[in-house]
């Protein structure tokens, strides 16, 4: 298989479509033809797409132009998807165009023969995501097979076949989820065309070599981070008290554990409004673990206080294989099953770690470098959750001896209820009142060209969605007077006043400090065993107002034929995402439904992955999250182990 975009979903379709069948995924660019063409004689067929890209442009396309002119005695039957459909249209005489109005995350009725590839396929509904059409000519080699018919663009080719050869392709995306079943048949129709051809023509493919194992990737993948297992390796135990407090706010803990002291680090994973449940406050020590690391550098940064540091070579290791070595070196039992989190790593990873992932240069200037790295991190091990659902307060340590601590914390969060039988009132200072605020905006004529570039992009076949984002700068000033009156705690607390959302975050890891308040979790992971892992993807958004209902707010967004394009490819991305690491566990338990926040109302998407062929695999969520970066929305506010 040559393939791009989407093409672990794509390899999840194959193999439901054809049981026991062997997946092998390999790059347009990763052989020359020559050395392709010694491989193919293994294979039973090919599967091309889906891009994005243009079938003229050789970066995008690779290899994949030649396949279709391949010498006759070394053909293999292929199919096409989207940007393989184009290709083959090309090579074979066909003129490659623009559409009027692009078509990405569009969903469309397809009209066709009921022949070859559509035989007993019934109605097709499928998701189209391109920019280019082919329109064959009476001269060339090319029959269609299927329509789709656009208000804005007229009639569109959307499947073809060569006349003599054993090539089939589609435009639009068999693997998305918003394709029905036809998807799969068609899938089925296409092996079957494939075996009768290699019947007819006496092609059987060789008997696989194990030595070509290093072919491509076999999917499902394997694992990209690897965790060391040791028997002997100490496990450290939870120790959990448990306290009923419902008025109890994370506020009031940041507060009593002195969150004032600016210069001190701190961390809170704040679940400030619905639907938010667990908000996780890090009880630090003086000598509590930072662990920091920048792209381009082979080392990590481990500092204990404010003068213990000492670096560690990653040698042939990356960053994420590190991570997962102390974590699983730094691994707890024991803790109550309810909480979410027992204790770990708390921090903030950079956009630009997962976009060199893609191999593309990170550019930035060395103040920038120097002043905030890309991984930031701490070491919890004393740690207060609150759960908003049912009132309770776990006090957690996974220090020995540290039953002092753990008694004390709780008599401070008993105490009022206990002896007045009032609700809690650990004094709270207020947020501090801004002043007038000084606002950079982006530069207006930048900003607009990268407008028109984005449009070219898309227009162009070179991708599906882009979200274009500038930075504004604002410097508020307080109102108010004292050492506090600026504080970055304060901030976040009017922030938190005035947008109260349930994946709220104060991260205060010097150099850097985040306040955020989304309303959105991107990933989330359980423990192992049978780890699954969820991603939530938001897009689609409608402000609360009065006067606007939820029948509104539906109305205004799974009505909209944009907002749900939007979220159905970052929901096609995140299954791709899954299915390259899960295999074919990966199910979309819903799909651009409204929920209702505290301030907005959301459109949201829920897709859930788990590896049931390595129930014990500590690091899945680790390399779902590697694999997942840079996410397809920006909109992604907090990233959780349970």
Partial sequence: MLLESYSYSLAALCRKSIPGCIVHVI?????????????????????????????TVDKDIGIVKHLWSIAQAKTIPIFGVCLGLQSLGTVYGAKLSRLHTVKHGQVSVIRHTGQDIFRVVGTIQAVRYHSLYIEPTSSDEIEELAWADDDENGQVLMACKHKSRPFWAVQYHPESVL????????????????????????????????????????????????????????????????????????????????????????????????????????????????????????????????????????????????????????????????????????????????????????????????????????????????????????????????????????????????????????????????????????????????????KEWLYSGDSYELCLTAPTHVNATSLATGPRSSSSWERYKLLRKLNPAPHSAYLRLHPSTLISSSPERFLSFTRAPNTVCQLRPIKGTVKKAPGITRADAEQALVGSEKEVAENLMIVDLIRHDLHSVVGDQVQVKQFCCVEEYETVWQLVSVIEGKDSSSPEYEGLGLDVLRRSLPPGTLEAGSTHQH
């Avoid at 050395?35 to 004689?41: G, K, M, Q, R, S």
Wanted: neutral net charge; contains cysteine; glycine residues 6%.
């Fill in 27 to 55: 790059k347009n660019d990763e052989y020359t033809l020559d050395e392709l063409e010694a491989y193919l004689t293994y294979f039973s067929a090919v599967v091309v797409g889906p891009g994005p890209g243009s079938p």
């Fill in 179 to 454: 394709t029905n079943n036809a998807g799969a048949q068609v899938m089925q129709n296409f092996w079957k065309l494939s075996q009768r051809w290699s019947t007819i023509h006496a092609r059987r493919p060789r008997p696989w070599d194990a030595r070509l194992r290093r072919l491509g990737d076999v999917w499902p993948l394997s694992p990209q981070i690897r965790t060391q297992r040791s028997i002997s390796q100490p496990k450290r135990r939870v120790r959990t008290l448990t306290v009923s407090a419902p008025h109890l706010t994370p506020i009031s803990i940041c507060e009593l554990l002195g969150v004032n002291e600016e210069n001190e680090p701190f961390v809170l994973l704040d679940s400030a409004a619905s639907p938010g449940r667990f908000s996780i406050v890090a009880a630090l020590l003086p000598t509590s673990l930072q662990i920091t690391y920048s792209l381009n550098e082979n080392r990590v940064t481990l500092q204990e206080g404010q003068s213990k540091v000492k670096t560690e070579a990653l040698g042939m290791h990356d960053i994420w294989s590190w991570l997962a070595k102390f974590m699983h070196a730094h691994k707890a039992l024991g803790g109550d099953p309810a909480v979410p989190f027992w204790g770990g790593l708390i921090g903030y990873l950079t956009y630009e770690l997962g976009v060199s992932s893609l191999r593309i240069p990170v550019h930035r200037n060395m103040e920038a470098k120097q002043r905030h790295p890309d991984v930031n991190l701490v070491f919890v091990e004393r740690s207060i959750v609150l759960d908003s659902c049912n009132g309770l307060v776990y006090v957690q340590s996974l220090l020995e001896n540290d039953d002092t601590w753990l008694s004390e914390m709780v008599d401070k969060i008993e105490h009022d209820a206990l002896d007045r039988n009032t609700p809690l009132t650990i004094p709270t200072s207020q947020p501090a009142n801004c002043g007038p605020a000084t606002i950079k905006l982006p530069d207006r004529e930048r900003y607009i060209s990268h407008i028109y570039r984005a």
